[in-house]
């Protein structure tokens, strides 16, 4: 395929690219308003280092490194959505009662991200309902704040953590998540319109051989 093809297509077919592009820009943009929560609530913590008897940078950041990979795995288990449900805050059926679409539904419905030098864990609870995204993100952060110990397996004692911000509630998907979709799905049809034509140009050669 030559630069001359490619600027020839462009200018005879470019209404039927922009047009193509457009199409598939709306359709992935209405994919994730049809198969995501409409809500999310985000909270951001931070886990103190006080008990921590080295205060050189190193340690500490280890130390953070450590406790963020331990609850970024243990708040997928069934453990911690007990801990969750206990806090009161949240009814019992709010999951599947089945333990493999209990965790799988969790999964999806809570997720948390770690810098992990920093000790900073960022948890976002997503719902179509704005009221539980909230209910459920407070039964989180009180399992986290008040029953870390258990968590990471120092009996009673916990860490010291604490709220930077949040709980703040917010539609899903974001403003820049939209943009972001609807650029890359104009792009990609624009390419599959290049791709359509190219495919129909070589079946054609073959046919005339």
């Given at each position: ?33 049809l ?29 953070s490194?450590?406790?963020?990979k ?11 959505i ?21 965790i799988?539904a969790?999964q ?9 030098d ?40 916990n ?15 974001s ?7 609807a650029?890359?799905?104009?792009v990609?049809g ?19 051989i």
């Amino acid at each position: 395929m030559s630069q001359f093809w490619l600027f020839e297509v462009i200018k005879e077919k470019k209404a039927g690219l922009v047009g193509t592009g457009i199409l598939v820009s709306v359709l992935a943009v209405l994919s994730l308003f049809l198969f995501n929560p409409r809500y999310e609530v985000r909270t951001d913590f931070l886990v103190s280092q006080e008990e921590v008897a080295s205060k050189d940078y190193y340690t500490l950041a280890r130390s953070s490194e450590y406790i963020g990979k331990i609850l970024g795995e243990v708040s997928s288990s069934e453990r911690f959505i007990s801990a969750v449900v206990d806090t009161g805050k949240i009814s019992p059926e709010f999951l599947p009662f089945d333990k493999k679409k209990r965790i799988e539904a969790w999964q999806k419905m809570m997720k948390m991200s770690q810098e992990l030098d920093l000790g900073i864990l960022h948890v976002t609870v997503f719902s179509n309902d704005p009221k539980e995204a909230l209910r459920v993100s407070q039964a989180v952060a009180q399992v986290l704040i008040e029953k870390n110990g258990a968590l990471l397996g120092t009996a009673d004692k916990n860490i010291p953590m604490s709220i930077l911000s949040g709980p703040i509630t917010e539609g899903n998907p974001s403003g820049n998540e939209i943009m972001l979709v609807a650029i890359a799905g104009f792009v990609f049809g624009i390419v599959l319109s290049f791709l359509v034509i190219f495919l129909k140009q070589e079946v054609g050669k073959q046919e005339r051989i």
